[in-house]
């Protein structure tokens, strides 16, 4: 008979019971009339008819219950026997429950938190209305370098004209991360989002409060009242959730905007893995960011832009569509003329792709889901650990329990019956261990979410336990209590068959050849499941260390970092015109500062970097492509308030004007890279500039720098030429700057309140914000800290397993020849002799599991190159260190017990049989 | 319970095996499967409802038997039972096995010391 019509009635039955009880009702009680007139036709009264009837059949309730347990459905009366058995007997060994529990809770808890991140990162979709029709628009070429395409203003025009081929488009920005919402002097910074007029519409957000953008808020350039939709977050913070807070003004980036409405508590943004506080239209930019080019062709590219197709679009038919407009698009967005050509024409050939974006963009998926991914088969491994060792008990639990099966089966149980039971024992476990894992699953997840959040980003990830998450922890339970459990099981069926047999000495029962293989075998692939993970915690640890010891080039404790956004100043703030002199003057007068200096850019601040293509006049011939550089724009006194070396030559000095030779200090990457590594002070090069400005001048090289770190700690120092702003005559606007302070002593952010005064006065529309160069230092190493944090947590714990495992089945194996040695000693073994014995078994089983495991992890670290820095996969140290701290816990966990055996006294021993 | 149950006496499994032979004869309701179980093996079968029940059970829930409430011949309702398909075909597998073991079984207890 089919599986399916079988479990269908199965499951009839057990939804139906009722009738089918009348129906059983009925049924008897019309055999019991056949046989009555049966009886009477033979010529018995109709009372003694019935009597006989009646004894015949016996009773009718014995016989409905043997009729109930015929149906499959009786097997889950005998499970939920099984499991009420189970229980009684973990009640009676609180601490093996406990343990083993508490270890399960450990190890499925810490795979559900890992995965409740790689779910929040990788697998939820967005929050909103058909995610699955959601699409961004995409260049071939921004996707080869693994970002998406952003796209400027008049491009996403050209894209909002032709909404109507597709079931609408969208676009917003992140940029500038953060609006101001002081009035004056430092940052009061809120996480800003610039949308499209019909962003939250199409979307399928609707208000929580008020209303979402209309199209006419997002209108361009016209004088009107600025809207801005609030999240549910930022209105529970900043207004208490007051429902008055829709018509109130704020002031954003100095600029006054109105509240119309409030997003639902589901909705975070486009972006997974951040949260915006505050969205404004992006018709309002131009006016919010004082940027008059915004919507102009050279305006900044920073557009995401997303399109809903139609219902049975695809996205290969609607990219098909753009690209065949493409040549119209870009032309429309980007008139030919002058510097605009080449761009033009890369643009031209760089095909238009749409991708998939149900689950939204997200920079920090980027970054992280190698990570993630990594950290999610170290927990997995660190559970298969935790598996072996439950096994491990369970194992010596069954052999224990042996007479006890033995006279089940004896009784006629059946051999499903005994592997159903034991199954269902360590099921109970692991459910048992899953339903604390979810409390442990709750807070990890947070926890690691808060530890992704740096000085730069604060990362806001909904790690809730969805139905995912808890269909997971339910599938891993199921999978660790059969894994742990089927081995023990079908031992302890073996045991109870075929009887451990009588050991020639004494009556205790020994253990069969199988289960002692079997455990031998599992504590092998025990220690070398565990060396795997500390040698990988120990890559992790010191790829983080490595980091850690990158010479950065200049002193990060001392400096404070002051970001300067001077958009809204009445004071001329183009370059040339010198306005941050002012600026600098007031904060070396701020007691306390040793140093100041002006920048364009600070290093690792995550900012943008400007890179010029140089020529060394009379330097190397270098390919195209490696002539770039860094540069930046400082004043004198950077490189003392950074305390970057000067190796040849002199620093910048305030004597380098407008009015003398435009000079440069390299550092040596770029002296090693254009010149060879000649002396090149003295010597000159030339920018090289695209495009229609005027040739610039050669410049003069005066100084050498050593190398410092620039944005990422990873890559090799990078040629940078550092430029006096005082000599920079193109007059690009300089809104944004920093201003870097050298602390005379103590920590630089004791300097922030003075300074910030300091700055307020000399120009109160200033807006700024303070960072220490420290944190900054630190957030660069962000992901390697978390790595290395992680893969450490569960090396130890993975170590801490093993050393669990070890020292149970050491203790066990020592209890079970508790006569031998009894017999041993009273013959005149020395204890030394005895502990050689124990020691020795176990000592062999971690070198041949430590064996393996260095070749398993041989094996695996290669996959995680990626996410080393400065040692091998193969790191011998970390591989010698490994193996060394496992063999160390191994021997000394199972040297207490060994120690325990010698103190058997011979007669006790004996006696005790 | 009738001291003249001989149903313990019963091989294992062939409960299943004589039931659906009763109902290839004609469907039955239970009591009538009992009877003709009694009369056929000349009593030495007496197969109580306790057992009978379950079996009924076993065998509808494996779809060998179908059941279906009829009228009796005196009028009144009584679930009647009969073959399926497949409880015609298990019928002959199962004869034909019984068969086949029953002759080993036999040749075995006739065996002489000679033959051992």
């Known amino acids: ?913 | 319970m009738a001291p003249a149950d001989k149903q313990s006496a019963l091989v294992q499994g062939t409960l299943d095996m004589l039931i659906l032979k009763t109902l290839a004869l004609e469907p039955m309701h239970g009591y009538g499967i009992g009877v003709r179980l009694d009369q056929i093996s000349r009593g030495i079968f007496q197969v109580n409802a306790g057992s009978l029940f379950p079996a009924f059970r076993r065998l509808e829930r494996d779809g060998l038997i179908k059941a279906e409430w009829r009228t009796t011949d005196n009028n009144r309702r009584a679930k009647y039972y009969a073959l399926t398909a497949a409880g015609r075909a298990r019928l002959a597998r199962a004869t034909r096995d019984w068969e086949t073991q029953a002759a080993a079984i036999a040749r075995i207890l006739r065996a002489s010391p000679g033959e051992i």
Not at chain 1, 3 to 11: A, H, K, V
Not at chain 1, 14 to 28: H, I, Q, V, Y
Not at chain 1, 173 to 195: C, I, M, N, R
């Open chain 1, 1 to 913: 008979m089919p599986l399916l019509s079988r479990l269908l009635t199965g499951f009839r039955a057990l939804l139906r019971k009722e009738r089918d009880e009348r129906d059983l009702d009925e049924e008897l009680r019309a055999f019991l009339e056949a046989d009555v007139e049966q009886r009477m036709q033979s010529g018995m009264s109709r009372r003694d008819a019935l009597r006989a009837a009646r004894a015949h059949i016996g009773s009718i309730e014995a016989v409905k219950d043997h009729t109930r347990d015929a149906g499959w459905e009786s097997r889950l009366d005998s499970v939920g026997r099984d499991v009420r058995y189970a229980l009684r007997g973990l009640r009676r060994s609180p601490g093996f429950t406990a343990v083993a529990v508490l270890t399960l809770a450990l190890g499925i808890g810490a795979n559900s938190a890992v995965f409740s991140v790689v779910n929040g990162l990788l697998l939820r979709t967005l929050p909103v209305t058909a995610p699955e029709r959601l699409a961004m628009i995409s260049t071939q070429q921004s996707l080869n370098d693994g970002f998406g395409a952003g796209w400027n203003f008049a491009m996403w025009d050209q894209f909002h004209h032709r909404a109507q081929l597709f079931d609408g488009a969208i676009a917003w920005t992140y940029f500038p991360q953060q609006f101001d919402l002081a009035d004056t002097g430092e940052s009061d910074p809120a996480d800003g989002l610039f949308v499209s007029g019909e962003f939250f519409s199409e979307l399928g957000v609707s208000p929580l409060l008020g209303r979402t953008f209309l199209p006419e808020d997002d209108e361009l350039g016209k004088e009107r009242e600025h809207a801005a939709v609030i999240s549910y977050g930022f209105w529970q913070r900043r207004f208490g959730g007051a429902p008055d807070a829709i018509g109130r003004q704020l002031m954003v980036n100095r600029a006054p905007v109105t509240i119309v409405g409030v997003t639902p508590p589901g909705f975070l943004g486009p972006e997974v893995g951040r949260a915006f506080e505050l969205a404004l239209p992006i018709g309002s930019a131009p006016v919010i960011l004082n940027e008059r080019t915004w919507a102009k062709p050279e305006g900044r590219s920073y557009l995401a832009v997303m399109l809903r197709l139609k219902p049975g679009q695809t996205r290969d038919g609607a990219s098909a569509l753009l690209r065949g407009m493409q040549h119209q698009i870009i032309d429309a967005a980007m008139p030919r003329n002058g510097i605009w050509g080449e761009v033009q024409d890369d643009m031209m050939k760089d095909p238009i792709v749409l991708t998939p974006a149900s689950a939204g963009t997200s920079e920090l998926r980027r970054q992280y889901s190698q990570p993630l991914l990594t950290v999610l088969a170290i927990a997995a491994t660190v559970l298969l650990v935790a598996c072996v060792n439950m096994a491990n008990l369970l194992l010596a639990r069954a052999t224990s329990r042996q007479q006890e099966l033995q006279v089940r089966l004896a009784i006629g149980a059946s051999r499903w019956r005994i592997l159903q039971q034991m199954l269902v024992e360590s099921l109970l476990l692991s459910a048992m261990g899953a339903s604390l894992g979810l409390g442990v699953a709750a807070w990890g997840g947070r926890t690691l979410v808060a530890q992704l959040s740096t000085w730069f980003d604060r990362i806001v990830l909904d790690v809730q336990l969805d139905w995912r998450v808890v269909a997971f922890t339910g599938g891993v339970a199921v999978a660790t209590g059969v894994l742990f459990g089927m081995a023990p099981a079908i031992t302890a069926f073996d045991l109870a068959r075929h009887g451990g047999g009588r050991s020639p000495i004494g009556a205790r029962s020994t253990d069969s050849r199988r289960a002692v293989a079997l455990r031998g075998g599992l504590l092998v692939a025990q220690v070398a499941l565990s060396l795997v993970l500390v040698v990988a915690a120990g890559l992790f640890v010191r790829t983080f260390q490595k980091l850690g010891e990158v010479p950065l080039g200049f002193d990060s404790d001392r400096v404070l970092v002051v970001r300067v956004n001077a958009s809204r100043s009445t004071a001329d703030s183009t370059i040339p015109s010198g306005s941050y002199v002012r600026l600098l003057d007031a904060a070396r007068g701020v007691p306390g500062v040793a140093h100041a200096a002006v920048s364009l850019n600070t290093p690792v601040n995550r900012g943008v970097t400007f890179v010029t293509d140089f020529r060394g006049v009379g330097g190397r011939d270098l390919p195209l492509k490696e002539r770039r550089s860094i540069v930046n724009l400082v004043t004198p006194g950077w490189f003392e308030t950074y305390g970057a070396a000067i190796t040849v030559g002199r620093p910048l000095q305030e004597s380098d004007t407008k009015a003398t030779a435009p000079i440069v200090v390299v550092n040596e990457a770029f002296a090693q890279k254009f010149f060879g590594g000649h002396s090149v002070v003295g010597e000159y090069i030339a920018p090289e500039i695209r495009g229609d400005f005027d040739r610039p001048q050669p410049l003069l090289i005066v100084g050498v720098v050593s190398n410092s770190v620039d944005q990422s700690l990873r890559y090799e120092a990078v040629p940078a030429v550092y430029q006096p702003v005082a000599q920079f005559t193109r007059p690009i606007p300089m809104a944004e700057f920093s201003l870097s302070l050298r602390a005379a002593s103590g920590s630089p952010a004791a300097l922030t309140r003075s300074v910030s005064a300091a700055l307020t006065s000399a120009d109160r529309h200033l807006a700024f914000s303070f960072h220490l160069l420290e944190d900054q230092v630190r957030g660069a190493r962000n992901q390697e800290r978390l790595v290395a944090w992680l893969s450490g947590f569960f090396g130890v714990l993975a170590l801490l397993l093993a050393a669990i495992g070890l020292y149970g089945v050491t203790s066990y194996i020592v209890a079970r020849r508790q006569m031998e040695i009894g017999i041993r000693l009273a013959l005149g073994a020395q204890r030394a002799d005895v502990v050689r014995v124990s020691v020795g078994q176990t000592a062999i089983t971690t070198t041949i599991g430590v064996v393996v495991g260095l070749g398993a992890a041989a094996i695996v670290t290669r996959y995680l190159k990626t996410l080393l820095f400065g040692i091998t996969p193969l790191d011998a140290a970390t591989f010698v260190t490994a193996a060394v701290v496992l063999m160390a816990v191994a021997l000394l966990t199972c040297y207490v017990p060994a120690r325990r055996a010698t103190r058997i006294d011979p007669m006790i021993a004996l006696r005790s049989e």
